[in-house]
């Protein structure tokens, strides 16, 4: 029952030979037993008759009984159950056994409006209209049957296979009634999720152009020789084009090679209810199905390969910004169980309120619509703006500061604070943090998969050497204030953990594969855009490594800072000079929190995060080099303060103020 139309994409995936690849199906002599509807008749049985015999017939309009008969001579059927078709003759029938017995069958199809009696292995065609019924005359039941009076009749009638009786019969009536014959038809179609029982009714209708259905609307054509591809709207009842009904675009390479002419079908589906998929859905509510489809297939033909695509416009209109489009063809395999919509092989090309699909092969095509979930940005643009201008501010200080910090480096060592080494350092790899974060957007988008593996790396890298030099500031800075005499002056030692410690890190998550790389960053007014940088990709180890270096070693770092600001506090109470000038000193030690703090809103980052708490987040960290220069300036305007004033006790003031960095 069902020929070219299922096998479709049975072939599809296994041949990689380009161009049109035709195979005859033969599926017909496999499904011949396959599920009958229940609105078509079919009555059988055995004609016991004399030495010739003919056909005789009269089917006219109506509803009411079709009457089966025989007698020595004569198969004669009368019924008043046609839709449209009118017709009435004399057969002869050459070919009957001489055995004086023949079996024959009685065939009704309402929504063909066509009656076939199949007798002496040979079909005839009683009466057939070139269309599909609305009303008609259906579910024909027994009425009454009349023994016969001699030996002539009929034997072993039957209807769809239930006997009615063995006895020998002069003839049988049965009644129908009116039906909606599409519309039945569509039921049956949507229940057995049979998109293919409607392209095989299109073809075996005999209709060359629009068929419509409540379900469907279907087209069909004659492909010829010298096929120049073609451009389809689909047009619903009297023709009218259907209002955002897809646009359809065949290329001449449909044509299968060798052929005179192939009959293609296409058919839209306004609603997606034939394709629902059997098991369970995947994504949950995050992907839907928009209810268009579209199925193209020619008849008897696997087509696949395609070396120009098929093209389909779907006219959706605007879908919201939160939403992506993806085309997506049904996958008509083996397994019924296992028919789904896939993604792989259709290219997406999105517009304003339509989306152009191609495809190289023939099944059913849709748009899928991806919803995509919380975690996006609503003003991106804003935040890479401001978050750029800010590092540039940050990476300009960091010049300043580190070219200050070589100068006062130059100093007699007694002159300077023994952390000058650290907070040059510090600044050294927010100078790199900075430099790396404002190319990384660029990188993304012009440069290749592995120099944005690089980048990304890199961009980790200097990140991490900012925690461990931000870890060794709050270190020294406790050092000098809580044991003054034991400070800790081993700078290579230091810069080997400060430096060394992140690369070591970041050699061994390079070695392992899919961390660094492509990461995009999806803005919520519109996701078909997003915005790329290099650095550590979306995926299980890359939250993962995330949330490990990025988020717990700044936090460790921060809760340290606070045990080490408390013994502090507690140390220094009692010196004279805190007592003086305890104003300035909570002035410095804020700025510090301050800067400090805003690694500590880089935890809240990846949770929900109010938008305001984000551009604070975003404009304070990139400020950070800023801050190491102001409190620096400070400090040193301070120093020289101090000096004027009281030069006897200014160095331990002064390192009274290296206060911790977290608060
Ligand atoms: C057989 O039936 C046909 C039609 O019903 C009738 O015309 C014919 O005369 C009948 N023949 C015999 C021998 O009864
Ligand atoms: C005759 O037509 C019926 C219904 O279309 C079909 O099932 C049957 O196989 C056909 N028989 C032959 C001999 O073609
Ligand atoms: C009427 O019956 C004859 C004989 O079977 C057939 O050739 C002809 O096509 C039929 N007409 C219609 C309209 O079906
Ligand atoms: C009628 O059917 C029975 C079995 O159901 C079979 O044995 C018999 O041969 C059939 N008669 C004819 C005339 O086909
Ligand atoms: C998508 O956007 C619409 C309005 O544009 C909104 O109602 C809906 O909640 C959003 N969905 C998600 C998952 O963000």
Redesign the pocket.
Same mark, same amino acid.
């Given at each position: 029952m069902k020929e070219g139309v299922k096998g479709h994409s049975l072939a599809m995936e296994r041949n990689k030979s380009r161009g049109v690849l035709t195979l005859a199906l033969f599926l017909a002599l496999l499904e @011949?037993g396959g599920a009958e509807s229940e609105r078509d008749f079919?009555m059988c049985g055995t004609w016991s008759h004399g030495k010739s015999g003919n056909l005789w017939f009269d089917l006219s309009r109506g509803c009411e009984t079709i009457a089966i008969a025989a007698n020595q001579s004569t198969l004669s059927i009368q019924g008043r159950i046609m839709g449209t078709c009118e017709n009435s003759t004399t057969i002869p029938l050459p070919h009957i056994s001489n055995k004086g017995e023949s079996p024959f069958?009685v065939?009704w199809?309402p929504l063909l409006d066509?009656v @076939?009696v199949?007798i002496g292995?040979?079909?005839h065609t009683l009466c057939r209209t070139v269309g599909l019924q609305e009303s008609c005359c259906t579910f024909l039941s027994p009425e009454s049957n009349e023994p016969a009076p001699g030996k002539y009749g009929i034997m072993n009638g039957s209807t769809k296979g239930d006997v009615i009786t063995k006895n020998l019969q002069r003839m049988y009536s049965f009644f129908g009634e009116n039906e909606n014959c599409k519309q039945d038809f569509c039921e049956e179609a949507i229940e057995s999720n049979g998109a293919d029982l409607i392209e095989h009714l299109a073809l075996r209708s005999g209709i060359m152009g629009e068929v419509d259905l409540p379900c469907a609307e279907v087209s069909t054509r004659e492909l010829k020789q010298g096929f120049q591809g073609l451009d389809i709207i689909f047009s619903g009842p009297q023709s009218k084009p259907l209002k955002n009904a897809p646009l359809v675009s065949l290329p001449s390479s449909l044509m299968p090679p060798g052929k005179r002419n192939v009959k293609m079908v296409m058919s839209y589906y306004k609603q997606n209810i034939l394709f629902q998929k059997r098991g369970d859905g995947d994504g949950g509510g995050e992907v839907r199905i928009l209810n268009e489809v579209v199925g193209i297939s020619v008849e008897n033909e696997v087509i696949a390969n395609l070396p120009d695509p098929v093209k389909i416009i779907f006219r959706h209109g605007p879908m919201a910004k939160n939403e992506s489009t993806k085309c997506v063809f049904w996958d008509t395999r083996e397994d019924p169980a296992e028919v789904t919509w896939r993604r792989e092989g259709c290219d997406t090309i999105r517009r304003t309120g339509e989306t152009e699909c191609r495809f190289y092969h023939l099944t059913y095509f849709a748009v899928l619509v991806e919803l995509r979930p919380g975690s996006m940005v609503d003003h991106l643009e804003a935040l890479t703006y401001i978050s750029g201008v800010c590092c540039a501010i940050s990476f300009c200080s960091c010049v300043g500061l580190i070219f200050l910090l070589t100068k006062a480096l130059r100093r007699k060592p007694q002159d300077r604070p023994s952390s000058i080494p650290i907070h040059r350092n510090l600044a050294i790899a927010l100078l790199l943090l900075c430099l790396l974060f404002m190319s990384t957007g660029v990188l993304a988008n012009v440069g290749t998969e592995t120099l944005c593996r690089v980048v990304g790396a890199a961009l980790h890298y200097s990140l991490l050497c900012s925690f461990t030099w931000m870890a060794i500031e709050v270190f020294s800075a406790f050092m000098l204030v809580y044991r003054v005499m034991d400070r800790f002056q081993n700078h290579r030692l230091l810069s080997l953990v400060g430096f060394g410690l992140p690369a070591v890190l970041v050699i061994v998550l390079v070695s392992i594969k899919d961390i660094y790389g492509t990461l995009e960053v999806v803005p919520s007014y519109d996701i078909n855009n997003p915005y790329k940088m290099c650095w550590i990709k979306l995926g299980d180890r890359g939250v993962l490594v995330h949330y490990v270096t990025n988020v717990s070693f700044p936090v460790g770092v921060v809760l340290a800072g606070v045990v080490m600001l408390f013994l502090v506090l507690r140390q220094v109470q009692t010196r004279r000079e805190w007592k003086q000038n305890r104003a300035t000193f909570l002035s410095i030690w804020g700025l510090s929190c301050l800067f400090g703090c805003t690694w500590g809103l880089a935890f809240l980052n990846y949770g929900a995060l109010s938008e305001a708490i984000l551009f604070l987040f975003c404009v304070v960290n990139s400020l950070q080099g800023f801050f190491l220069m102001l409190r620096f300036s400070l400090l040193e305007w301070m120093k020289r303060q101090g000096s004027v004033m009281e030069t006897s006790t200014g160095s331990t003031r002064q390192q009274m103020l290296q206060e911790p960095e977290k608060c």
């Open positions: @011949q079919k069958c065939f199809d066509l @076939q199949e292995n040979r079909n």
